[in-house]
């Protein structure tokens, strides 16, 4: 309802090289496909829904997933990551957009401080190259830092347009693994 999704899914894919818009990370030079998975809408969703929907992505074997949500930590959310890592999943999740010390607050943003080791969360930055003031960071469970200030992608219904977080940061780190797992597998 609010482009998140598909702003996110343009930073990642875009098709490149036509003349419009913006060209995707991964676009021009890994054979990548969206698999849309919703679970949220203008009212939120339930942490149920986004088990359900990383347990699909894995089920239809998706090599990677990105995350530009997150919210408090549940075991069954805990379980649902440390079951799609077993499975050589890898996930690209957002720190958050609160300001936060992750490691000190690291159940209050999950997926991002899962309990598993295939699981990169990324903070954002701006175009001078520095922490937003706004993001969620910690060196224990943050990651990397990618841009997320001020990004220009799809929307929906139509056009572009600029969004400032960590949604927007992940995607670009999703973005590079997809090229990475293009090229090696």
């Known amino acids: ?78 379980a649902a990551l440390l079951a799609a890592s077993e499975a050589g999943h890898l996930m690209i999740a957002a720190a958050g957009n609160e300001g936060n010390d992750n490691d000190v607050y690291p159940d209050m943003s999950y997926p991002c401080c899962g309990p598993v080791s295939n699981l990169i969360c990324v903070a954002a930055s701006t175009s001078q190259d520095a922490l937003a003031s706004w993001s969620n960071y910690g060196p224990e469970h943050v990651d990397i830092a990618a841009p997320g200030a001020s990004i220009y992608s799809t929307m929906w219904p139509s056009g572009y347009e600029s969004m400032d977080g960590t949604s927007m940061a992940t995607p670009h780190v999703a973005g590079a693994a997809a090229l990475a797992w293009g090229t090696f597998n």
């Open 1 to 78: 309802d609010d482009g998140h999704g598909t702003h996110c899914a343009g930073v990642i894919a875009a098709v490149a090289d036509n003349g419009q818009g913006v060209a995707g990370i991964a676009s021009k030079w890994a054979d990548v496909q969206i698999m849309a998975l919703r679970f949220l809408g203008p009212d939120g969703g339930y942490t149920s829904d986004a088990i359900r929907a990383l347990d699909y992505a894995v089920a239809m074997g998706a090599p990677i997933s990105s995350h530009s949500w997150g919210g408090p930590r549940s075991e069954a959310l805990a």
